[in-house]
C-alpha cells in the first residue's frame, strides 16, 4: 500500500493556508453563510467550490407577509424520467432569509 509523499501534503496544506490567508478573515469564517458575504474574489469562490454550502433540510422556514416560505424540497427536482437532479447552486441564507443562486 501507498503512502502519500509527506511533502505532498505539506504542498497541500500550504496551498491551503494561502488561500485561507489571501481572503479576509471575517470572510472566511462564514463561508457556509451567504448572508455575511462581504466580496467574492477568485480565492473566496474557489473555497466555496472546494468546500461546497450547508443545506438545511427539514428546517422550519420563516414565512413572509404572504405567508409563503422557503422549502427544503426546492434543493431537488425530479425529471419526467424519474431522475432526480440536486439544485447545488441554491443556499439558503439564515440572515437574510433568503434563497441564493451561486453563479460561480
Known amino acids: 500500500m501507498n503512502s502519500p509523499n ?18 479576509s478573515n471575517e470572510v472566511s469564517k462564514n463561508i457556509y453563510n451567504p448572508g455575511q458575504w462581504k466580496n467574492i474574489d477568485d480565492n473566496f469562490g474557489d473555497l466555496i467550490v472546494d468546500n461546497g454550502t450547508i443545506r438545511y433540510n427539514d428546517m422550519q422556514y420563516q414565512k413572509d407577509e404572504n405567508n409563503r416560505h422557503f422549502s427544503s424540497f426546492y434543493y431537488q427536482k425530479v425529471m419526467p424520467n424519474g431522475e432526480k437532479y ?14 441564493v443562486l451561486l453563479l460561480l
Open 6 to 23: 509527506p511533502s505532498q501534503e505539506q504542498e497541500d496544506i500550504l496551498e491551503t493556508n494561502k488561500k485561507l490567508n489571501s481572503t
Open 86 to 99: 440536486y439544485q447545488r447552486r441554491l443556499v439558503y441564507s439564515k440572515d437574510l432569509d433568503k434563497i
